[in-house]
C-alpha cells in the first residue's frame, strides 16, 4: 500500500488559486499513476484529475479542464493539484490516492483529505 498526506487545503474567493500537495511515503510511489478526488457537501466522491507515473500523460473531469492542473515530482514522493479560477462549486474535501494501470483508486491508498472552501 502507498500511503498519502494531503495539504494545501483553504479559504479562497472566487477567482483565486490554490496548490494542494500529496506526499507519499513509500519510495515506489514513481511506480504508480496517481490522482485527485474530491468530495463537496452532500455529494458522492468525483473524479478530479490524474496522471501516470511519468507524468506525462493527465486527465481531467470536464468541470476542471483549463482551471486545474496536475503534475509530480518524484523525486519528492509528491503529486500536486494547481487550482486557478476557482468556483464556489470547487468546494469539497479533496483526496489523493494511487491508481492502478486501469486507472482505478487502490484500497488503502486514499489519504485523509485536505479542505478548500470557495467563496463568492
Known amino acids: 500500500q502507498v500511503h498519502m498526506v494531503e495539504s494545501g487545503g483553504g479559504l479562497v474567493q472566487a477567482g483565486g488559486s490554490l496548490r494542494l500537495s500529496c506526499t507519499a511515503s513509500?519510495?515506489?510511489?514513481?511506480?504508480?499513476?496517481m490522482g485527485w478526488f474530491r468530495q463537496g457537501p452532500g455529494k458522492e466522491r468525483e473524479f478530479v484529475a490524474a496522471?501516470?507515473?511519468?507524468?506525462?500523460?493527465?486527465y481531467y473531469a470536464n468541470s476542471v479542464k483549463g482551471r486545474f492542473t496536475i503534475s509530480r515530482d518524484n523525486a519528492k514522493n509528491t503529486v500536486y493539484l494547481q487550482m486557478n479560477n476557482m468556483k464556489p462549486e470547487d468546494t469539497a474535501d479533496y483526496f489523493c490516492t494511487a491508481l492502478t494501470a486501469t486507472w482505478s483508486p487502490i484500497e488503502g491508498s486514499w489519504g485523509q483529505g485536505t479542505h478548500v472552501t470557495v467563496s463568492s
Open positions: 496522471l501516470n507515473w511519468s507524468g506525462g500523460d493527465t
Open positions: 513509500e519510495r515506489t510511489f514513481s511506480a504508480y499513476n
